[in-house]
């Protein structure tokens, strides 16, 4: 798998990389005259159509280093100058695969980065003959709204004019925030009882203290993850690997929550009796009402619960 080299200026957003591909084919015979191949410029990040690398963001400058690769038998004799710049015609390819709602490219004044470099001539430091320039590519990605925005970096030409792969010409960054993305307070309650069914009344339970935030992550256009805190304000353990629920509102703005993270669902994992979940749309809310580790339905022997109210603070 080609490896993509991403820093962050300060943190991270939800990113999904896209790339375009088209068809090659080898001599009938099956054997290939390497001595008539030539240069190739290609994206050495790229990888194949249909698959994607999601990464989780703040809403920060991200810095992506986009690696472009001269390939051949032999290291280029001159420099080769690549211009790179957006593509609309690369995001109306990235639209036609109806497996994701379909994006927008991003504004120009939402990404900076340099539209030419240059292939040195001759060996690396390690004698490589494929050399390698990289694009900075920095996202602001603060300024992106909430819907699918998409980054497509694409090589526009080449000079000394060098053949440029079909397959690995463009790279598409996806920026996908849904309705419901970004950070929330957490009112409400936590609740935990003690082995009798009694309120143990420590300090991770009773009302959330006040200034507690947790983030909404877009996972899908109707799905999200929280981060799970105690009345403290401490994190929640004992839910799956990560104690962090996927959050899912159906069209009637029902929410339901999953452990989606690769661990073992909780032992009586499910809504609390009496009490809805749902999201109300009008206020930013979540009504989140959910217990868990309980040897019956709550409250009894050691249950476990939320009772929170999650409003909507700013964006991430």
């Known amino acids: ?10 943190a991270s957003l939800l990113i999904v990389l896209l790339m375009g591909v ?39 400058d991200m810095l992506v280093d986009v690696r472009i690769n001269q390939t051949g038998p032999d290291a280029t004799t001159h420099d080769i ?53 990289v ?11 909430q819907g699918n925005y998409v980054v497509p970096l694409q090589i526009i030409s080449t000079s000394p004019e060098t053949t440029i792969s079909g397959n690995y010409g463009a790279a598409l960054f996806n920026f996908y925030h849904n309705i419901y993305d ?6 409400g ?6 082995a009798t ?7 991770l339970s009773g009302p959330m203290k006040a200034g507690v935030t947790t983030p909404i992550i877009t996972v899908g256009a109707n799905t999200s993850t929280f981060v799970m805190h105690w009345a403290d304000g401490s994190n929640v353990g004992g839910v799956g690997n990560t104690a962090t629920p996927q959050i899912t509102v159906d069209g009637s703005n029902n929410v339901t929550l999953q452990i989606t993270d690769g661990g073992a669902v909780p032992q009586n994992w499910g809504g609390i009796a009496g009490k809805l979940n749902y999201y109300d749309p009008a206020v930013k809310k979540f009504y989140i009402n959910y217990k868990w580790a309980a040897d019956a339905p709550s409250p009894t022997a050691t249950t476990r619960g939320m009772e929170y109210v999650l409003t909507y603070l700013k964006s991430r």
């Open 1 to 10: 798998m080609r490896n993509i080299n991403i820093r962050y200026k300060v």
């Open 135 to 145: 694009v900075p590519l920095t996202i602001h990605t603060g300024l992106i709204p």
């Open 182 to 187: 970004g950070v929330y307070t957490m009112g």
């Open 22 to 60: 088209t068809t090659s084919c080898l001599k009938d015979d099956g054997r290939v005259d390497f001595a008539n191949v030539g240069y190739v410029i290609e994206m050495l990040d790229a990888r194949a159509i249909g698959q994607s690398t999601s990464l989780n963001a703040t809403g920060q």
């Open 81 to 133: 100058t690549v211009t790179v710049g957006l593509s609309a015609a690369a995001v109306d390819t990235y639209n036609k695969d109806n497996s994701h709602v379909p994006g927008t490219m991003v504004d120009p004044s939402w990404v900076d980065f340099p539209t030419t470099v240059t292939i040195k001539a001759g060996l690396d430091d390690n004698g490589n003959k494929n050399r390698v320039a």
């Open 197 to 203: 069914g009694a309120p143990l009344g420590d300090n």
């Open 189 to 194: 309650q936590m609740d935990r009882y003690d």
